[in-house]
DNA sequence: CTGTACCTATCGAAAGACGACATGTCGAAA
DNA sequence: TTTCGACATGTCGTCTTTCGATAGGTACAG
């Protein structure tokens, strides 16, 4: 159908989330949100049933890990950081969406 | 999930036929995939399941339209080309692949 | 004490892609 | 002449990701 209201490529939120954890430090999801809606622009609303099944994703599978705190607006706070494994996981992941978006390039290049 | 295998990014597919057609001119839908696959490099494998679904949603869209017609193998083969719609369709598509690889690349190029 | 911003979470629907399967044709080799 | 492999189109069920809606809960300001 027609996109006019895509902002993020799908499949990226992980990399996203993974490349803020790893440039800001521990976040907790809300306040991930919030980031990475801040960067994209204003146009763009990420919605809570994105992000939250997005971290228990990352979670599950060891690239994040979580611990209870409580946030600077003194509200109690599920903190996410990246685990050894995330953090080498966020070069695999840059490394697939360059050799992805470079396949696409291919094809907008391509003049034959 | 771990994404070894991703090839070509989500969602690109519709642009990549669309963007082939335009470069080429008018193809079937085999002749389709195996240049995609070839562009690509050998490691993708382009499923009928996913080339024919798009197909048929690119014709229900009117961005292409279909003969029948003869293969140069001599087959009788679907040709599909873009229809004047498609032709816009291109560059709507390519503009928003752009801005959405903009925003990917705002978040890997921070570094605060 | 009431509303608002903050914060976590789940559910169902929609959409795209894939593997597997079904169907059939052409030409060449055995 | 049968059989086999490459060509060609298509469907089905399933998986994954994302989103909107919904729900529950806390801290603080007015």
New binding site residues.
């Given amino acids: ?1 027609s996109k006019e ?10 990399l996203l989330i993974l490349r803020s954890l790893e440039t800001i430090g521990r976040m ?7 980031r990475i809606e801040q960067v994209c622009g204003e146009s ?14 990352l979670e599950q599978e060891g690239w994040i890990d ?1 611990t209870w705190g409580v ?9 996410y950081s990246l685990t050894e494994a995330g953090r080498k996981q966020v070069a695999v992941e840059i490394a697939n969406w360059e050799k992805a978006t470079a396949l696409v390039a291919r094809f907008l290049g391509a003049t034959s």
Same sequence: chains 1, 2.
Avoid: C
């Avoid at 763009?44 to 971290?55: D, R, T």
């Avoid at 946030?71 to 903190?79: A, G």
């Fill in positions: 159908m209201k895509s902002e993020i490529p799908y499949g990226t939120l992980d907790h999801g809300y306040a991930l949100a919030r763009l609303q990420l919605s809570q049933g994105s992000i939250y099944p997005a971290l228990i994703r979580t946030s600077e607006t003194n509200r109690k706070v599920k903190f």
